[in-house]
């Protein structure tokens, strides 16, 4: 933000010789108020991954389809991402970005799902043979328009298993640009 205000100070010096003081005092008022205004921007980010210990883990399979509790949060800006539910709750209205990853567990497929308010917005599938030792992944993002209180967060399918060792199964989100539409 400093050097917007440096082009705004610029600017102004600029403007100062051809305009009386009334207009250069309301120049400044108006453009002191669009940098705050700017500067006022919710900021929200968040990343993390499956397992806060490096040590190789299973989630799953289950018997019916399961949030995905990432629990070792790597950044978390406005606390909008909760990691005992694995949740992501908007905290104001706006295009935000989510991407995920998952890497193939022990049964041998990973079907998740990216849901905003219980709706499937993104998915992935993965197969590869659990005894091959190769390690197969999937990815997937969406931009989607939120309003304050909105839920996201992954599924894991029934039947399906995921991977980690603390930085190979993620869960990110971050706000584009807040939105004044009602």
Not at 5 to 34: I, K, N, P, W, Y
Not at 79 to 87: H, I, L, M
Not at 151 to 175: A, E, Q, T
Request: charged share 20%; glycine share 8%; with cysteine.
């Amino acid at each position: 933000m400093e050097s917007v205000l440096a082009v705004v100070v610029l600017l102004c010096c600029c403007v100062v010789e051809t305009q009386t003081e009334s207009e250069v005092d309301g120049l400044l008022r108006e453009l002191t108020a669009r940098v705050e205004k700017l500067e006022s921007k919710p900021k929200v980010a968040f990343s993390a991954s499956l397992r806060v210990s490096d040590e190789h883990y299973h989630l799953g399979p289950f018997d019916k389809n399961t949030t995905v509790v990432y629990k070792k949060v790597i950044t978390n800006i406005g606390e909008a991402y909760n990691p005992d539910t694995g949740v992501f709750t908007a905290p104001v209205r706006g295009a935000y970005y989510f991407t995920f990853t998952c890497n193939v567990g022990n049964s041998g497929k990973a079907n998740a799902a990216l849901l905003k308010n219980d709706v499937k917005m993104a998915a992935v599938y993965e197969y590869a043979n659990p005894k091959s030792g190769i390690y197969h992944s999937g990815a997937n993002g969406v931009t989607l328009d939120l309003v304050e209180g909105d839920k996201v967060y992954v599924v894991l399918w029934s039947g399906s298993s995921m991977f980690d060792n603390s930085r190979i199964s993620m869960f990110s989100g971050y706000l584009l640009f807040p939105s004044d539409n009602k």
